[in-house]
């Protein structure tokens, strides 16, 4: 049954961990953000040599489970190339490289979603192609992406107990080690659910909360 | 070395087999409360919507792995029933996906314009008919595609399970590599593959289902 003085004993514990639960989720997020535009951009490209294996690659990252490409960076890489990972470095990569290809889905979401008549204003106003982007397309194109970027580094951080998989201590695999040395898996187990429980849903009522703004001010712009 | 290494492929497909069993009775369970959940949301009765409400921010507000931990290894202490790891994997795959999929179906119906609701009481339909003739056919038809991402999520969800100890897909990759540490790299060639291969016949699936729910639609 729950013993609480255990629970009060196990709780800075776990606390401890939640820094790095942060600090891997972050820097897996900027990986994926980062690396998402290229993506974006080389989907959306003309060429058809570009776009095409482009588009086969991010289909093929986002239909095999993130804990198998884990692994082949853990395991296949070192063997193959000799390249051995410490597994927070090789967690964080392969969670920002999996993530890349949803959030590349969003840029190109959020580029296509530009009127095709601003991409025309800008040629007759002699705009380059590079201003193109900056002044026209981009503050455009981001605003509205941030709600759903919002919702993807939420969906990040509740994917982390995956890196487990590769020995990375983070919040669920801690859990697992105090349950083991005790016996008492129901109180660590359940103060992790809470801790994230505590985590996600303010961060996701937030996001909630800047899309439903977003979504007033558009309104009130299109029947300025 | 045989460089497909065929031989890898029977205890792969073996595991692939748990793989799509595990995919196929989570998917019909998550349905079921994603419908449940999704209605109880839109429920009159505060009492019903409270739940409901609970259970989808619990179930999205934590993550599966540790739902499957919290099942497979808390839940005895606390109750003193052990569940096979199959009942447990089932349990929680179609508890979390369920969530997501009642916001799916929550949206949906309120995105059906309210002159059809107003139009099937001017109509004298019952409150039955409405749902199955007039509200359903339309959302199911826009539901369709995010079922559709939300049904590779679950079938990527269930490679966790390995963590549990079922030997499904990914159990028997981890298991088949710590005998022959040197085809590490053909083992996972092949369980990407098969992962792949399965989302993208899931994935064709839909496509036709979407098809088929579109047919007479503008």
């Known amino acids: ?224 | 070395m045989d460089m497909l290494a065929i031989d890898l492929l029977p205890p792969l497909l073996k595991g692939l087999q748990l793989t799509v069993l595990l995919t196929i009775f989570s998917t019909i369970l998550a349905l079921c409360i994603a419908f449940l959940a999704g209605f109880a949301r839109l429920s009159k009765f505060r009492l019903v919507r409270g739940f409901a409400t609970v259970y989808v921010e619990v179930f999205r507000g934590t993550s599966l792995l540790v739902q499957l931990f919290w099942m497979y290894f808390a839940l005895p202490m606390l109750v003193d029933i052990r569940f096979s790891a199959m009942t447990v994997a089932i349990i929680a795959l179609g508890l979390n996906y369920g969530a997501y999929g009642s916001e799916i179906v929550r949206s949906t119906i309120l995105a059906i314009p309210k002159g059809q609701v107003e139009a099937s009481i001017a109509l004298n339909l019952t409150p039955f008919q409405r749902l199955r003739r007039v509200i359903l056919p339309q959302a199911w038809s826009i539901m369709l595609p995010s079922f559709g991402n939300l049904q590779i999520e679950l079938l990527k969800g269930t490679s966790l399970v390995y963590l549990i100890t079922l030997a499904e897909l990914t159990y028997q990759g981890m298991m088949l590599r710590t005998y022959n540490i040197a085809q590490t790299a053909a083992i996972f060639i092949w369980i990407l593959v098969l992962y792949y291969a399965t989302a993208s016949i899931l994935t064709f699936i839909i496509r036709l289902a979407e098809r088929r729910a579109n047919v007479g639609r503008g």
């Open chain 1, 1 to 224: 049954m729950w013993d609480w003085n255990y629970t009060w004993d196990i709780l800075p514990e776990l606390i401890k961990v939640v820094p790095l639960t942060i600090a891997i989720t972050l820097a897996g997020f900027i990986i994926a953000s980062l690396l998402g535009v290229p993506l974006a951009l080389a989907r959306r490209s003309k060429s058809r040599w570009f776009s095409i294996p482009v588009t086969a690659i991010a289909d093929f990252i986002r239909k095999t489970p993130l804990i198998i490409q884990l692994s082949v960076i853990v395991f296949v890489l070192p063997q193959l190339i000799g390249l051995s990972l410490p597994p927070f470095f090789a967690g964080v990569i392969g969670l920002g490289i999996h993530y890349s290809t949803y959030l590349s889905e969003v840029y190109r979401s959020g580029i296509d979603a530009v009127p095709k008549g601003q991409w025309e204003a800008a040629t007759a106003l002699n705009f380059k192609k590079l201003k193109t982007w900056i002044r026209i397309i981009f503050p455009q194109s981001i605003p509205p992406t941030i709600p759903v970027m919002g919702n993807y580094l939420i969906v990040m951080f509740k994917e982390t107990p995956t890196l487990s998989a590769i020995t990375v201590v983070e919040l669920l695999m801690t859990a697992k080690e105090l349950g083991s040395t005790s016996f008492k898996y129901l109180e660590a187990l359940t103060l992790v659910g809470l801790i994230f429980l505590a985590l996600s849903y303010p961060s996701a009522l937030i996001v909630r909360a800047i899309e439903k703004r977003m979504q007033r001010r558009g309104r009130s712009v299109l029947t300025k």
